[in-house]
């Protein structure tokens, strides 16, 4: 029962490109988070996904990212025209709900390690 | 708004000793707490998760704490080990909200 799977692992890009950080969520998860870690300080969350939808998106920056989690595939977290304060580790969650209560712990993934030159 | 702080944040230990990681959070309004183990370079690991009607659970040599009512919570390990080393990171889970708000964490050494 594989775990969620984040890829790629590490991802370097030039200032104003584009970055893609892809997040499968563990077999039977219907609800994806996104966090980031900057150098020395602590995981912040980001955005909260469920298939389709966006439900919390209160820690996303305002500009140059967004996050889907499509019916099929992946969910996906963008970041347009990066800057170099973008580089940090991106760590997508997921879990399954029972009724109204969230009652499941979120899983982690190992990460994406976003690196602007 | 919930704050979670972790003191020490960091934290050298000669191998063998008991030590204890300490959490506090701001609003007792949460869901569960949860301690997570952070290798450098690598993913989190959930070590142990209490329920906010908990007081405590236990797995091998740790045992984690859950006070709501003073905010705090504390990681006891019990004859550390070289394989503790790790940042250790304290996570509150919102009720009704899903988001998880995390310590810094404190980064132990656990001398050979």
């Known amino acids: 029962n594989a775990g969620v799977m984040q890829n790629p692992r590490h991802l370097v890009r030039r200032r104003g490109q584009e970055a893609r950080l892809r997040c499968s969520p563990m077999?039977?998860?219907?609800?994806v988070y996104w966090y980031r870690q900057l150098p020395e300080e602590g995981l912040k969350f980001m955005v909260y996904?469920?298939?389709?939808?966006?439900?919390?998106e209160s820690g996303m920056p305002k500009e140059r990212f967004s996050a889907e989690f499509p019916k099929e595939g992946p969910s996906i977290l963008r970041i347009q025209q990066v800057v170099r304060g973008d580089s940090a580790a991106y760590f997508c969650?997921?879990?399954?709900?029972?009724?109204?209560?969230?009652?499941?712990?979120?899983?982690f993934g190992d990460g994406t390690r976003l690196s602007i030159l | 708004k919930q704050e979670v702080t972790q003191i020490p944040a960091a934290l050298s230990v000669p191998e063998g000793e008991n030590l204890v990681l300490n959490c506090s959070f701001t609003?007792?309004?949460?869901?569960?707490l949860q301690w997570f183990r952070q290798d450098p370079g690598k993913g989190l690991t959930s070590l142990l998760l209490?329920?906010?009607?908990?007081r405590e659970q236990t797995s091998g040599r740790l045992n984690a704490s859950l006070d709501k009512s003073s905010g705090r919570s504390t990681l006891y390990i019990a004859a550390s080990q070289p394989g503790d080393s790790a940042t250790y990171l304290c996570?509150?889970?919102?009720?009704?909200?899903?988001?998880?708000?995390f310590g810094k964490g404190t980064r132990l050494h656990i001398l050979p």
């Open positions: 969650a997921s879990s399954k709900k029972q009724g109204t209560y969230s009652n499941q712990p979120q899983h």
């Open positions: 077999k039977g998860h219907s609800h």
């Open positions: 996904l469920q298939k389709e939808n966006i439900i919390d």
């Open positions: 609003d007792s309004a949460i869901y569960n």
């Open positions: 209490i329920q906010s009607s908990q």
């Open positions: 996570a509150c889970e919102l009720n009704r909200d899903d988001k998880i708000i």
